[in-house]
């Protein structure tokens, strides 16, 4: 059964650089998506964007420019960094894996627990 | 992007009752939509693909439908466990987008 774990600093700077990593257990990277997505304190979810095990991204276009994600097949990891980091960018922060075709998508089925980055100096 | 409006944005219950929970998509989206669980502390749990897919594991009490832009999602017979906040979100497009959630609490 696939299992996914957040890591990451807990804390970092305005204008700094944020730097998660998401590691996959229990089962393959191939064929599925890998989607980052957060959640501010008291608020909603927020999709910041995916990856697929090719390297293909989606990401939202809001965040895009700071946004980079990435795959290590080797160590059947993904990561997010992003930049220029402020106070509106403290959130819990999520990976997730979802499910998807080119006629289907089965949603984000398995999600990592979450890392909280609080930007502040 | 495509705004996912959740209604009604809290609602109180109780064990036993039936809840509907509406999400209204500003275009078109077919039956690209998950509904997802959060409990407090804890990650979103998929509940539902596809509009109406229930996923393994999930309770039977638990069922969606809609497709076009106007999408429910219904628990029957609440149980103490349902209480929490729910999430509805479109996959048609990118940037997916969330609605805004409801708040499932005990009356």
């Known amino acids: 059964q696939v299992q996914l774990q957040e890591s990451g600093p807990g804390l970092v700077k305005p204008s700094e650089t944020l730097s998660l990593t998401c590691t996959v257990s229990g089962g393959s990277m191939g064929t599925d998506y890998w989607s980052w997505i957060r959640q501010a304190p008291g608020k909603g979810l927020e999709w910041i964007g995916n990856i697929h095990y090719s390297g293909a991204t989606d990401g939202n276009p809001s965040l895009k420019s700071r946004v980079t994600i990435d795959v290590d097949r080797s160590r059947t990891q993904f990561s997010l960094e992003m930049t220029s980091l402020t106070a509106a960018d403290t959130a819990m922060y999520y990976c997730?894996?979802?499910?998807?075709?080119?006629?289907?998508?089965?949603?984000?089925?398995?999600w990592g627990q979450g890392t909280m980055v609080t930007v502040s100096s | 992007d495509i705004q996912m409006t959740q209604t009604p944005s809290s609602v109180s219950a109780s064990v036993g009752d039936r809840v509907i929970i509406t999400c209204r998509a500003s275009?078109?989206?077919?039956?690209?939509v998950s509904w997802y669980q959060q409990e407090p502390g804890k990650a979103p749990r998929l509940l539902i693909s596809?509009?109406?897919t229930l996923q393994s594991g999930v309770p039977s009490r638990f069922s969606g439908s809609g497709s076009g832009t106007d999408f429910t999602l219904t628990i029957t017979t609440l149980q103490p466990e349902d209480f929490a906040t729910y999430y509805c979100?479109?996959?048609?497009?990118?940037?997916?987008?969330f609605g805004q959630g409801t708040r499932l609490e005990i009356k």
């Open positions: 979100q479109q996959c048609y497009h990118f940037p997916y987008t």
């Open positions: 275009q078109h989206i077919g039956a690209w």
């Open positions: 596809a509009a109406s």
């Open positions: 997730a894996r979802e499910v998807r075709g080119f006629d289907y998508n089965n949603g984000m089925d398995v």
